[in-house]
C-alpha cells in the first residue's frame, strides 16, 4: 500500500478496526478514511454505494461486523444474520464497483466446523456441520468469503478473507451478557474484588479450549497480509496455542489478584468444544504473534479500568 492512499477503515470504532485504524497511523498512512456508524449506516444499501462513489478508496479493511459471544450470538440470531450480510454485501460489492485495489475480509475461527479436527486447517471450512449457537453470524461470514472468492473469479478483484482467532484488547465489550469469554472474565473478577464477592461464576463446564489473540497483533497481522499476501485461500491468524476455559479463568484471576472461589454454570452452553487454529501457513510468510496471554490480560485489564 503507498503512502498516499486512501485507506477505508469499516468500523473503526470497534476492537478489530481501531487496532488497524492505530497501525496505519504508526506506519504513517496520512490518507485514512473513517466513518460512524451514525455518519454510515453499513446496511443501508443506498447510502454504501453513494459513500463509495464519493470517496473511492484505493484500499478496504472490512473490520465492521455485527458480532458478540456465545450467548449474543444465540440470542440475536436473525440480527446477526441480517446485518452481518447487508455490511458485507454493500460494502463488497460497492469496492468492485469502485474499483477498490485490494479489500480485506475478516472472518472467524467460530465459522470452522464444530467438529474439525484440530488444529483447524483452512481448508476444513465448509466440510461439516456448524455449531448451533453461532450458527446464523457463521453463515453470514461464510457467505463474506465466498463473496469474496467470487468476485475474484469473475471480476478478477483482489479481495483476501482472513480467519483471526478469538480476539481480545483494547476497546473490547465488556457487556455482561454479550461480551466474549475473556473480557466478560475480566469484569466479572473486577467486579467480584471490589465488591467482596465470594465466588465468581464461569459459564459452562470450563472444559472448551480455546486461542486468543490480542487485537494489537490481529491489526499487525493485517497489515503484514495487505501488503504481501494475494491469494485466493483462506488464511488463518493466531498463536497456535490455546487453553482450557477453567485455565482461562484461573489465569485472570491470579492477574487481578482474585482471591474467591469459581463456580461453574452449567445451565450456559459450552459451544465449540475446541478450535485452535493451525497458522502454519502465515508462520511459513514470516508473520509470528508478539503479545502473550498474561501481558495481553494485563493490558486489556488496564484498558477496562481506564474507562471505568
Ligand atoms: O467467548 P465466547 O462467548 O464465544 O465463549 P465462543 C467461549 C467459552 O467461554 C464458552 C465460556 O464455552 C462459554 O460458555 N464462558 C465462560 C463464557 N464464562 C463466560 C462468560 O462470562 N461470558 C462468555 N461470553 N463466555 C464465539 C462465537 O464463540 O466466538 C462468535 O459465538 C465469535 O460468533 C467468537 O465468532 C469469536 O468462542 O464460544
Not at 443506498?46 to 459471544?69: C, H, I, N, R, T
Not at 440470542?75 to 463488497?92: G, H, K, M, P, S
Not at 469502485?98 to 481448508?123: D, H, N, R, T
Not at 489478584?257 to 459451544?271: I, R, T
Given at each position: 500500500?503507498?503512502?498516499?492512499?486512501?485507506?477505508?477503515?469499516?468500523?473503526?470504532?470497534?476492537?478489530?478496526?481501531?487496532?488497524?485504524?492505530?497501525?496505519?497511523?504508526?506506519?504513517?498512512?496520512?490518507?485514512?478514511?473513517?466513518?460512524?456508524?451514525?455518519?454510515?449506516?453499513?446496511?443501508?444499501?443506498?447510502?454504501?454505494?453513494?459513500?463509495?462513489?464519493?470517496?473511492?478508496?484505493?484500499?478496504?479493511?472490512?473490520?465492521?461486523?455485527?458480532?458478540?459471544?456465545?450467548?449474543?450470538?444465540?440470542?440475536?440470531?436473525?440480527?446477526?444474520?441480517?446485518?452481518?450480510?447487508?455490511?458485507?454485501?454493500?460494502?463488497?460489492?460497492?469496492?468492485y464497483?469502485?474499483?477498490?485495489?485490494?479489500?480485506?475480509?475478516?472472518?472467524?475461527?467460530?465459522?470452522?466446523?464444530?467438529?474439525?479436527?484440530?488444529?483447524?486447517?483452512?481448508?476444513?471450512?465448509?466440510?461439516?456441520?456448524?455449531?448451533?449457537?453461532?450458527?446464523?453470524?457463521?453463515?453470514?461470514?461464510?457467505?463474506?468469503?465466498k463473496m469474496c472468492d467470487a468476485y475474484r473469479d469473475q471480476y478478477g478483484c483482489d479481495f483476501?478473507?482472513?480467519?483471526?482467532?478469538?480476539?481480545?484488547?483494547?476497546?473490547?465489550?465488556?457487556?455482561?451478557?454479550?461480551?466474549?469469554?475473556?473480557?466478560?472474565?475480566?469484569?466479572?473478577?473486577?467486579?467480584?474484588?471490589?465488591?467482596?464477592?465470594?465466588?465468581?461464576?464461569?459459564?459452562?463446564?470450563?472444559?472448551?479450549?480455546?486461542?486468543?489473540?490480542?487485537?494489537?497483533?490481529?491489526?499487525?497481522?493485517?497489515?503484514?497480509?495487505?501488503?504481501?499476501?494475494?491469494?485466493p485461500a483462506?488464511?488463518?491468524?493466531?498463536?497456535?496455542?490455546?487453553?482450557?476455559?477453567?485455565?482461562?479463568?484461573?489465569?485472570?484471576?491470579?492477574?487481578?489478584?482474585?482471591?474467591?472461589?469459581?463456580?461453574?454454570?452449567?445451565?450456559?452452553?459450552?459451544?465449540?468444544?475446541?478450535?485452535?487454529?493451525?497458522?502454519?501457513?502465515?508462520?511459513?510468510?514470516?508473520?509470528?504473534?508478539?503479545?502473550?496471554?498474561?501481558?495481553?490480560?494485563?493490558?486489556?485489564?488496564?484498558?477496562?479500568?481506564?474507562?471505568?
Open positions: 500500500m503507498e503512502k498516499n492512499a486512501k485507506i477505508y477503515v469499516a468500523g473503526h470504532r470497534g476492537m478489530v478496526g481501531s487496532a488497524i485504524y492505530r497501525k496505519l497511523q504508526k506506519e504513517g498512512f496520512e490518507n485514512i478514511l473513517v466513518k460512524t456508524s451514525a455518519e454510515l449506516d453499513l446496511r443501508s444499501q443506498q447510502s454504501v454505494a453513494d459513500f463509495f462513489v464519493a470517496e473511492k478508496p484505493d484500499y478496504v479493511f472490512l473490520a465492521a461486523a455485527k458480532v458478540g459471544g456465545i450467548v449474543a450470538n444465540n440470542t440475536y440470531r436473525a440480527d446477526f444474520l441480517y446485518e452481518n450480510l447487508a455490511i458485507q454485501n454493500n460494502v463488497i460489492h460497492n469496492a464497483l469502485s474499483g477498490v485495489k485490494k479489500l480485506m475480509f475478516l472472518g472467524s475461527s467460530c465459522i470452522y466446523p464444530k467438529m474439525a479436527p484440530q488444529p483447524l486447517k483452512e481448508e476444513y471450512l465448509l466440510t461439516g456441520i456448524l455449531e448451533p449457537t453461532n450458527e446464523p453470524y457463521a453463515i453470514a461470514k461464510i457467505a463474506g468469503i483476501i478473507s482472513v480467519m483471526p482467532t478469538n480476539l481480545y484488547g483494547y476497546n473490547d465489550n465488556y457487556h455482561p451478557q454479550n461480551s466474549h469469554v475473556l473480557p466478560a472474565l475480566i469484569r466479572k473478577f473486577h467486579e467480584a474484588k471490589i465488591n467482596n464477592e465470594k465466588q465468581v461464576t464461569v459459564w459452562g463446564s470450563g472444559s472448551p479450549m480455546r486461542e486468543f489473540l490480542f487485537a494489537d497483533d490481529l491489526a499487525d497481522a493485517c497489515y503484514f497480509l495487505m501488503q504481501n499476501y494475494s491469494e483462506l488464511i488463518n491468524i493466531g498463536t497456535g496455542h490455546d487453553l482450557t476455559i477453567k485455565d482461562l479463568a484461573l489465569l485472570i484471576k491470579d492477574i487481578l489478584g482474585y482471591k474467591g472461589e469459581l463456580v461453574f454454570d452449567a445451565s450456559k452452553p459450552d459451544g465449540t468444544p475446541r478450535k485452535l487454529m493451525d497458522v502454519s501457513k502465515l508462520h511459513n510468510l514470516g508473520w509470528k504473534h508478539k503479545v502473550e496471554l498474561p501481558e495481553g490480560i494485563s493490558l486489556a485489564y488496564q484498558d477496562f479500568e481506564s474507562k471505568l
